[in-house]
């Protein structure tokens, strides 16, 4: 009787440890949205423990740029009045790019060099960042299907990436792990690995 009695027990923790890891429908759309800051801008395959690593620099600078770029261009992006023709018509400020670094990968950089071999690229001067503006094809969301919390503030997801304009073109599946955050007073995530899976089939 003693044995039945702890198989009960065991099974009951068993239920309650996966209900307690089952996501809202909120944290389905929440997670989706945070993972898309990432795969608009083409980061699908993301360590964020190798991306802390100072080589990561360009890449993390791209990222800033173009994530505010997108979402906050009223808000932080101006016209650059210094030679535009020779660094870009727009500006940003650095402590905006460093900003969404440590909002969205946790780290923390000190922006203050260009990034010029990329495209396009990004001139730093003087506290700003400017560059050339481009609008490039649809980009690429992610939707959530499948999410765990292992442990209390971890999440373990899986689903597919999307074309914004074309919800049935599928680019292919991911999986990412993030943690719980704050920022201000606003919960939010933080990213900690990504990969995704092309399918050239869908």
């Not at 997670?31 to 993390?60: A, C, Q, R």
């Amino acid at each position: 009787m003693k044995h039945v009695f702890l198989a009960t027990c065991m099974a009951l923790l068993i239920c309650v440890g996966s209900a307690l890891g089952a996501p809202t429908q909120k944290e389905l759309k929440d997670t989706s949205l945070f993972l898309s800051n990432f795969t608009e801008l083409g980061f699908m395959e993301i360590d964020v423990e190798e991306m802390s690593h100072p080589d990561s620099y360009p890449d993390l600078v791209r990222f800033g740029i173009q994530h505010n770029y997108i979402n906050n261009f009223k808000s932080r992006v101006r016209q650059n009045k210094d030679n535009p023709g020779d660094t870009g018509e727009l500006r940003i400020k650095a402590a905006y790019v460093e900003e969404s670094v440590q909002k969205y990968f946790g780290i923390k950089i000190k922006a203050d060099r260009s990034v010029d071999q990329s495209d396009p690229p990004y001139f730093f001067k003087g506290g700003y960042f400017s560059f050339f503006g481009a609008d490039g094809e649809a980009p690429w969301y992610a939707r959530v299907e499948e999410a765990l919390s292992p442990k209390k503030g971890i999440w373990e997801l899986r689903g597919e990436i999307y074309n914004a304009d074309d919800p049935e073109d599928i680019f292919g599946t991911f999986n990412a792990t993030i943690k719980e955050a704050m920022w201000g007073k606003k919960r939010t995530y933080v990213m900690v690995s990504m990969t995704s899976e092309y399918s050239p089939s869908n």
